[in-house]
């Protein structure tokens, strides 16, 4: 796996451990003087799911992007594979080119029509390869968004709520879309979400974060599907909820 290395001026590495997906170490990010980010510390492994919650602001989007290679305006070391891929929660379409010209958007060499094909077939959206983005539902548009991340063969595959503007319904079939996907393909995913039962749901780990740095992690050792009736689904959900400052009677209530 071939790998990227984000080595601002500051860091100290040794860029040849490297069993992990991702290797972030010391990892600070500032904006206007004010520390997002604060000596963060995390390794994901390759094939590992990953969940990423925090309070909104608390800098989960900001790791996102630094790992897409986004943002290089850092402290400290980050080691992710060249290999990688982002969906947001807006799909970001281009207007004007039809479906199936921005799945292969951006890819090198002159790729197939074919290749947009296979990875529209995947997600259930081969039937719209000539669609205009306009033409497509919140649903479809999303998945476009995960064929065009999908056509790179990602080892990462970052995804920043994918599925947050999403209506109930079509967001479970999201979900369980994405995990079947991870299934087959075997990359490392690191998931932003907002939703602490789509974390348990898909995660090996969910990690919580807070004051600019891994401030939880919980693992998941369910076994898959997942059913959210499971007693010990409902028992994770309850602890990270509470992780948040969330009291899960007070949710409901
Ligand atoms: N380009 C930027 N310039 C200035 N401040 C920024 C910039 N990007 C992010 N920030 C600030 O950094 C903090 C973290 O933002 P970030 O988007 O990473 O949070 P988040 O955890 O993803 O939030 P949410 O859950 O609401 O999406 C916020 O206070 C935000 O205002």
């Known amino acids: 796996m071939a790998t990227d290395v984000h080595r601002p001026v500051s860091a100290t590495v040794s860029s040849a451990r490297r069993p992990a997906a991702v290797h972030i170490e010391g990892l600070t990010r500032s904006f206007d ?31 996102l992007r630094i790992l897409a290679g986004l943002d290089r305006d850092i402290r400290g070391t980050v080691l992710v594979p060249r290999r990688r891929a982002v969906a947001f929660q807006a799909p970001r379409l281009m207007p004007w080119k039809k479906v199936w010209r921005n799945v292969l958007l951006g890819l090198p060499g002159k790729p197939e029509r074919g290749v947009a094909e296979r990875a529209l077939d995947e997600v259930g959206l081969g039937h719209r390869i000539d669609a205009w983005p306009r033409t497509l539902s919140g649903g479809e548009a999303q ?3 995960l064929a065009r991340a999908l056509v790179r063969e990602p080892d990462l595959l970052l995804l920043d709520e994918p599925f947050g503007a999403l209506d109930a319904l079509t967001r479970i079939k999201a979900q369980r879309l994405v995990g079947e996907l991870w299934e087959q393909r075997a990359c490392a995913v690191l998931l932003v979400t907002h939703d602490v039962e789509e974390a348990v749901l898909l995660a090996d780990r969910v990690l919580v974060m807070d004051g600019g740095r891994i ?22 959900r309850a602890g990270l909820l509470e992780r948040l400052g969330v009291h899960a009677a007070a949710e409901t209530a």
């Open 33 to 63: 003087g004010r520390t997002v980010i604060d000596g963060l510390h995390l390794d994901i492994a390759p094939g590992e799911f990953v969940a990423l919650l925090g309070r909104s602001g608390c800098g989960k989007s900001t790791l």
């Open 143 to 145: 998945r476009a968004s």
């Open 215 to 236: 401030a939880h992690e919980q693992r998941i050792d369910l076994e898959r599907p997942r059913r959210i009736t499971d007693p010990r689904f409902a028992a994770l």
